[in-house]
């Protein structure tokens, strides 16, 4: 068994936030490592955990929000020559790695032991440079630095610290329900909610048998379970609310009404979860539906704020987003998805809204609501998901 020390950004948290917020780190740090037999032990301002020092292990821990950096670390009992001979063999493997040069950092938290941080950094700089004459100690821009901390139950010794995805805990501030597309931007939304400590569940509607991007949703969501389930996967059988939008509303408006529909959707079904925030993966000025009056016109029906965190990012970084998150390489595969095959030739792209009300009255909208809430299949997702990284 390996040790970690894991650290959590403090800034901003404060009085009964922190609690929280460190008890939902707990639990979502062990759900990561339960697969690997891991054991998480709270400690002042940082976790330690027990748990195999394998690349699945450094996977889950660089996947759990709120996490700012880790670090594998040797624990040995409060004695020098154990100490010593953890140092050196640290030292021993920056050296192999081509390291050139050092500093100590030690960190004396328990008063007890004799040495202050001082004399230990002194010492043990001494005992490197004595072992390894190749390396210089440099203060400033060190190749590596040797951190110990010395606690009551042990010291611990590491040199790296290995960069977390930040953030917050999921489900700390409470549960979010995303729409799921096939594409590359709506993954890259949910996991930005996740991100901000939101339990995100995925709501995708599909129109067989004319487009389906089942696979492709059911993939995404096997990717973004490895960030922070467990969640539902809601698929939603939107084939006949197409099919009268096609028969129905004038070709131009679509897309817009279709997007009103999935709103209608979507805050229907957040009610019925107690959920109050939606996400969707929508930009600025990507596509004819997301110019403002776009906007405006499908959010009118929305009760339920509506979070779009790719608002500012161009697309060029959303894709490098997908590629951290993991769900590009599932994004970019060729199944189309309902609205793709939907698409109007020419679309409004200044919508008023009294059109778009106009155009979509002749659709009998609760009844076709209803019947896409009954067609509902709820897919479970927990821990465990694949990608990315
Ligand atoms: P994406 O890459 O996420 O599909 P996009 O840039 O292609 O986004 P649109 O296709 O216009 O944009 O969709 C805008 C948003 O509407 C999506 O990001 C998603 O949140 C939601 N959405 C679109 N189609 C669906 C669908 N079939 N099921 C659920 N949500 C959808
Ligand atoms: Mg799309």
Redesign the pocket.
């Known amino acids: 068994m390996g040790v970690f020390l894991i650290r959590y950004g403090e800034i901003a948290l404060k009085g009964k936030n922190r609690a929280h917020f460190e008890k939902a780190l707990e639990a979502r740090l062990r759900q990561a490592l339960a697969p690997w037999g891991g054991r998480v032990r709270r400690g002042v301002g940082r976790f330690f955990a027990e748990a195999p020092d394998l690349l699945e292990v450094h996977r889950a821990l660089s996947r759990v929000f709120g996490v700012v950096s880790y670090s594998p670390a040797l624990k040995v009992p409060l004695e020098m020559a154990a100490i010593e001979e953890a140092t050196l063999r640290l030292a021993q493997e920056e050296v192999a790695r081509g390291e050139r040069s050092f500093r100590v950092q030690a960190r004396r938290a328990e008063k007890r032991f004799p040495l202050t941080s001082e004399a230990l950094n002194r010492r043990l700089g001494a005992l490197i440079l004595e072992r390894f004459p190749g390396l210089k100690v440099d203060l400033e821009a060190p190749g590596f630095t040797l951190f110990l901390e010395v606690r009551p139950e042990g010291a611990y010794l590491y040199t790296q610290k290995i960069p977390g995805p930040g953030g917050l805990p999921v489900g700390v501030t409470g549960r979010g329900l995303a729409?799921?597309?096939g594409?590359?931007?709506?993954p890259v939304?949910a996991w930005m909610g996740m991100k901000r400590g939101l339990s995100v569940d995925m709501?995708?509607?599909d129109a067989p048998p004319w487009a389906t991007a089942r696979g492709k949703v059911e993939a995404l969501a096997e990717v973004l379970a490895g960030w922070g389930a467990p969640f539902r996967l809601f698929i939603v059988p939107f084939s006949k609310v197409q099919l009268q939008i096609g028969r129905h509303v004038p070709e131009r408006f679509h897309t817009l009404v279709l997007?009103r529909m999935?709103l209608r959707f979507a805050n229907l079904l957040a009610e019925r979860e107690g959920v109050l925030v939606l996400l969707?993966?929508?930009?600025l000025g990507?596509?004819a539906?997301?110019t403002l009056e776009s906007l405006r016109v499908v959010n009118e029906v929305s009760a339920l704020p509506v979070l779009r965190p790719l608002v500012g990012l161009d697309k060029e970084e959303i894709i490098a987003l997908a590629k951290r998150v993991g769900s590009y390489e599932v994004s970019i595969r060729p199944e189309e998805?309902?609205?793709v095959v939907f698409a109007p030739r020419h679309p409004a792209t200044r919508p008023r809204l009294a059109q778009v009300q106009k155009a979509e009255a002749p659709l009998e909208i609760p009844t076709l609501l209803q019947e896409a809430l009954e067609g509902m299949e709820v897919l479970a997702y927990s821990n465990g998901g694949s990608g990315g990284l």
């Open positions: 729409l799921l597309s594409g590359i931007d709506s939304a709501l995708h509607f997007r999935m969707t993966g929508e930009s990507q596509v539906s997301q998805d309902c609205c």
